[in-house]
């Protein structure tokens, strides 16, 4: 198999809007069709980071290489972007007086008519626009909107593709045959995804980075950030994360202070009491006392009795 090749490259980028330093020494690289999702809390400067990967903004130190040329050769100044980045910003930067397939076709102007056609078909169906598509953009609703704005994303011409939100004013159902979509369509495209769910991008993500206050905490692969994250705070913004003190770790014996609901095991008969059952998405959460006061939740099975009350012995178990 082809070694893929380096499409982006980072070192040490920092931005300040004014004297508020927004991004501080960022350094990461993708690959050509790699996709990336950036996770933090509102602030990091995430969005900021796509903007200076747009070539809206122009990094105040460090550098920006795309496909081994530095980003200053081929910026557009005029339209401040680069010939072969595109961002679906939050705004999503739509003709409103364009029909919705209208904005696609233009977007997929450099294909034939029959390839237009026949991804209109794809995107008509799995995007559920068949109801609003020869409408004018100015009319629609900002999730209507958001999925031309996706569509148009896809079909264009550039090689790397940043998502900013994609899916922020979406309901549950048309959020996941999105994901979907891009899950199963064949995407020639290097992709960085922004967004605050991190179950939505440790899905489709190949590497996750994580942001707060303008650095880079970590970057690796879903299954890196989700098992080990680097500390208490890269667990937090990527998911749900029990996190003990030294004491705590004594007092309990386990031999993890970083740890999953997911990576919990439970046996009857332990010092760890159920005091609360919840409901997420993905099935019973438990929330257990340890006699000494650390509180932990774990993911309970569907089956078994576990009551409110029942005392458990704990253990973790990592791949």
Partial sequence: ?????????????????????????????????????????????KSTLLKLLDARYIPDKGSLIFRGRDYALDRNDRLMNHPMVSLMAQDFDLDPNLSADENIQKAGRHLSPSAQKTYLGKVHRAFQMRSFKRNKVQHLSGGQKQRVALACALIGQSELLLLDEPFSQLDYQLKQLMLSFLEEEPISKGIIIVGHEPSDLMRFCDRLAVLDQGKLLQIGTVAEIYHYPKNERVGQLSGIINSLSLDELEETGLEHALFRPQHCRLKKGGPWQLEALSYQAFGQLGLLRHPKGAVIRALIPMEGDYSKGSTWHLSIKKP
């Fill in 1 to 45: 198999m082809k070694e893929k090749s380096t499409l982006l490259k980072l070192s040490r980028v920092s931005f300040a809007y004014e004297s508020k330093e927004v991004l501080k020494n960022i350094s990461f690289s993708l690959l050509e069709k790699e996709r990336l999702g950036i996770i933090g809390s509102s602030g990091s400067g």
